[in-house]
């Protein structure tokens, strides 16, 4: 009975090997092209060979007892692949893997909420929920979880770094979607130089994504580095802002001018470069990056020296209220630009509806309104503000 035992586990450990290699080859095939294209020949001859690994495991399963089966190493592989394939999900079906998996990771997260140590075991299912970014993943939690043991230098953070890095970009990708449905999180591992509307960046939006460095992160993980916590809320604040700006429907006059900003660092590289101190949308998802990460270390337990925060906001202010600007090697200012630039240019104010606020069509040409044109609402935002400019 012991070697026959013996026989039909080797026979699993053997197409086991086999097929990790076929599984990597497929998930590698699929993110190369975004999705899965079952008429690429060179997949489907992976997935074929897939199921007859599938088919020969399952017939040497039948032959061992339950209690002898090699589950987890086996269906956490088959569990990574997050698109569907036929045999595979019949057979994680016939063994009612899914169900037990379900089970096991509520479990893992009792003991979460309860602060107890993970098993190696439980460490394991709970890597594969990660990595296939399962739908009952609590992100929220789980990302407070380990950053917390990260900034708190913890010997034992438990999750290995490739599947907090993945906590990370899932839970990023999830806020970004609330402002981009395209939006995700990007992560680099090298220096980044993003050719961003020509600029280059580091931590940064891209294509209405949030892009990280691999570096940052790291630092957070093998040293409680804070800097990637403020980057993340200061990047998701940036599609925040340029989502309402797309949008047009917050009408004050920062916001206007936050959309000066944004139109103008669109339509020229050196723009963003030469003013990024004092753009007025960047400082605005800066007292957002400040006051949201304070908040989220709050809540963590972290201490907060807010004396250092209410400077910082104070030196945000003085920024703001800078209207000096430089283009083309030139010393300006914000709304002389601006004016000259949208003077020919009638389709922004269809583009970005909130500068009819400030602005009319007379001939064709876009100019300013007088102040008596402005709109009751819009006149009483500028009554309140003590730094209104001079309107070019």
């Known amino acids: 009975m012991e070697e026959y035992r013996k026989y039909f586990n080797d026979l699993v450990e053997h197409n086991f090997y086999e097929l990790v290699i076929t599984v990597d080859a497929i998930k590698s095939i699929v993110s190369n092209n975004n999705e899965a294209n079952y008429n690429d020949s060179i997949l489907t001859d992976f997935i074929n060979h897939l199921n007859k690994r599938l ?16 589950y987890n190493k086996l269906f956490n592989l088959l569990y990574t692949i997050n698109f569907k394939i036929a045999g595979v999900e019949e057979f994680l079906n016939k063994y009612d893997y899914i169900n037990r998996l379900q089970l096991s990771y509520n479990r893992i997260k009792q003991k979460l909420y309860r602060g107890m140590h993970l098993s190696e075991e439980a460490v394991s299912i709970l890597e594969t929920f990660i990595m296939r970014n399962d739908h009952n993943l609590d992100l929220d939690f789980l990302c407070n979880y380990y950053i917390k043991k990260c900034l708190n230098k913890e010997d034992n953070i438990e999750i290995g770094y490739k599947f907090f890095r993945e906590l990370i970009k899932n839970k990023i990708t999830k806020e970004s979607k609330k402002y981009y449905q ?32 691999e570096d940052d992160i790291k630092d957070l993980y093998y040293s409680g580095s804070k800097y990637v916590i403020y980057m993340m809320n200061h990047e998701l604040s940036i599609l925040r802002i340029s989502s309402e700006i797309n949008k047009g429907e917050v009408k004050t006059p920062l916001y206007i001018d936050a959309t000066k900003d944004y139109i103008l660092s669109k339509q020229d ?50 920024s703001i209220k800078d209207r000096k600007r430089k283009y083309k090697k ?47 609402n819009y006149q009483n935002y500028l009554n309140k503000d003590n730094n209104f400019r001079s309107r070019g």
Do not use: W
């Open 269 to 318: 590289i050196t723009y963003y470069q030469d003013n990024y101190p004092h753009l007025i949308f960047e400082q605005l998802a800066k007292i957002d990056e400040i006051k949201n990460t304070s908040e989220y270390l709050e809540k963590l337990g972290m201490h907060i020296n807010n004396d250092e925060v209410e400077n910082i906001n104070i030196d945000i202010e003085e």
């Open 55 to 70: 088919k020969t495991i399952d017939e040497a399963l039948v032959n061992l007892p339950t209690d002898t089966i090699p």
């Open 182 to 213: 395209d939006s995700t999180c990007i992560i680099l591992d090298i220096p980044s130089k993003i050719k961003e509307r020509g600029f280059e960046s580091q931590n940064s939006t891209f294509k209405n994504n949030v892009v990280l460095l």
């Open 330 to 376: 030139k010393d300006s200012y914000l709304d002389i630009l601006f004016n000259n630039y949208i003077i020919n240019r009638s389709y922004l104010l269809t583009e970005y509806p909130q500068l009819e606020e400030e602005y009319k069509i007379i001939d064709g040409k876009v100019i300013l309104k007088d102040k008596e044109e402005l709109n009751e």
